[in-house]
Nanobody, 128 residues
Framework: QVQLVESGGGSVQAGGSLRLSCVASARTFGSYGMGWFRQAPGKEREFVAAIRTSGSSLYFAYYADSVKGRFTISRDNAKNAVYLQMNSLKPEDTAVYYC??????????????????WGQGTQVTVSS
């Protein structure tokens, strides 16, 4: 069983920044794909960003169009952690943010059903 613990959420004004962290209790963390999703009130959970390996030491990052250029996903395998740096935040970024872990290889990184484990979520609120 893998546990994911997110932190770093909070309230910020539009244009501000936040950095979310997610720590996993998983062995061989470096081989797993990691994703960030978010869910706003009354809306479905949506993809934000993902980072996965090609099987070598290379990692590839992917972003939703709505956050591209503003958000950056990264990971520190030595710490079993994945991060989401969020800059130039907008009120429409307000949501509960979840990190997710995928065991094994996968291609549909933007599909929530592809992920095996989820964190409890952390609230991000952006005021105008």
């Amino acid at each position: 069983q893998v546990q994911l613990v997110e932190s770093g959420g909070g309230s910020v004004q539009a244009g501000g920044s936040l950095r979310l962290s997610c720590v996993a209790s998983a062995r061989t963390f470096g081989s797993y794909g990691m994703g960030w999703f978010r869910q706003a009130p009354g809306k479905e959970r949506e993809f934000v960003a993902a980072i996965r390996t090609s099987g070598s030491s290379l990692y590839f990052a992917y972003y939703a169009d709505s956050v591209k250029g503003r958000f950056t996903i990264s990971r520190d395998n030595a710490k079993n952690a994945v991060y989401l740096q969020m800059n130039s935040l907008k009120p429409e970024d307000t949501a509960v943010y979840y990190c997710a872990l995928r065991l094994g290889t996968y291609s549909d990184y933007d599909v929530s059903a592809e992920y095996n484990y989820w964190g409890q979520g952390t609230q991000v609120t952006v005021s105008s």
